[in-house]
């Protein structure tokens, strides 16, 4: 499954396979045997059509997939003869959530009352580019107009940018929930910017370079980022969110979620080609651009689908990937506010 790139104003394509109802007839021990039932899918696809035939058109899609005995599906537990509503999920991986320039309606369906959180109780939420660093973006180096509007309107503020942030993870952590913060490249913004920038050129945020430059010399192992730092000195008595660094492995079920994306193996930076090939199963984020190919699901965003720095076609959308108690997985889009029908 993979999105398609069209019109920013323009309702996204999807571009997807259904699965199989079938016994697969493969030869377990060669090596492209072995491929085939690790890759092997029993599942179908649920469409949910509003408004045909209208301009204002609106599908939903989900895949079901089979564990042996019944299905999982957003409203319950499926079997031959039996329907067991109310469950709660293992996991929800978000879209990547650059909170700073989060879209508040996409926001509002995960984590707000009757959302995706609140209605399906995950017990961890893996989130992707928490924090965005619009503040000390790249994306605006030599930009003048942009940094004056920026300074303007205050958005060049990196201590409210990541007040901001934090405040944002507290609030939709659940008090019977773990979420887990994943390394990301915007997330590691903050590190690089501490590394390469002179306070000179940045005086706005001088106190607060300064400020990092002090702890972490009083604190030289004890964070593994200076994202983690803010957040563990903001809210010293919060025990359950979890930052994870590149080396953290996290296995939820079977498969590996603390992949970002951006990185794939031995400092390359194609994990989006990579994962699929990868002999475990995988959900990252990174792309914006919900995709399913072999073991590798990939998440959506729940930015603003239009940025500063984006401009054409897009294949963006908002996304996220459910992992069921069983451990089968199911990508939930936001189509127009709504996440199912």
């Known amino acids: ?81 039996s329907w067991k509503k109310d469950i709660s999920i293992s996991a929800l991986v978000t879209g990547d959530e650059h909170v700073i320039e989060i879209d508040p309606k996409a926001a509002g369906v995960v984590y707000d009352k009757g959302g995706i959180v609140d209605k399906l109780k995950p017990k961890f ?9 619009n503040a000390i973006s790249h994306h605006n180096k030599g930009l003048l ?31 019977n929930a773990v979420t887990y913060i994943i390394a990301s490249n915007h997330n590691e913004h903050l590190d690089k910017w501490l590394q390469d920038k002179d306070s000179n050129l940045d005086k706005k945020n001088a106190h607060l370079y300064h400020w990092f430059l002090y702890n972490k010399l009083i604190y030289p192992n004890m964070y593994k980022s200076a994202f983690e730092m803010y957040f563990r000195l903001k809210y010293p008595n919060i025990n359950n969110v979890e930052f994870l660094d590149r080396d953290s492995p996290k296995v939820i079920h079977d498969i590996e ?80 506010g709504r996440w199912f029908v």
């Open 1 to 81: 499954m993979r999105s398609l790139p069209t019109s920013i104003n323009s309702s996204p394509i999807i571009l997807t396979t259904t699965g199989s109802v079938t016994t697969p007839n493969i030869n377990s021990n060669t090596k492209t045997g072995k491929k085939a039932i690790f890759n092997h899918s029993y599942s179908a696809l649920y469409l949910s059509v509003l408004n045909e035939g209208m301009k204002n058109e609106e599908f939903h899609i989900r895949h079901i997939i089979w564990d042996g005995k019944g299905f999982y599906d957003i409203d319950g537990y499926y079997s031959a003869d």
């Open 145 to 175: 107009v942009r940094q004056n509007l920026m300074n303007v309107t205050n958005e060049d503020d990196l201590q409210r940018e990541l007040d901001v942030t934090c405040n944002f993870i507290v609030d939709t952590t659940p008090r």
């Open 257 to 336: 979620v603390h992949h970002h994306g951006d990185l794939s193996h031995g400092g390359g930076r194609d994990g989006k080609n990579y994962f699929p090939k990868h002999t475990q199963k995988v959900i990252h984020g990174h792309y914006h651009s919900p995709s399913v190919n072999k073991g590798s699901y990939v998440t959506g965003t729940l930015s603003k689908l239009k940025l500063s720095y984006t401009s054409g076609l897009t294949s963006w959308m908002h996304s996220n990937v459910i992992i069921y108690p069983n451990g089968k997985r199911q990508l939930i889009n936001i189509i127009n």
């Open 125 to 133: 939420i893996v989130r992707h580019d928490v924090f965005s660093g």
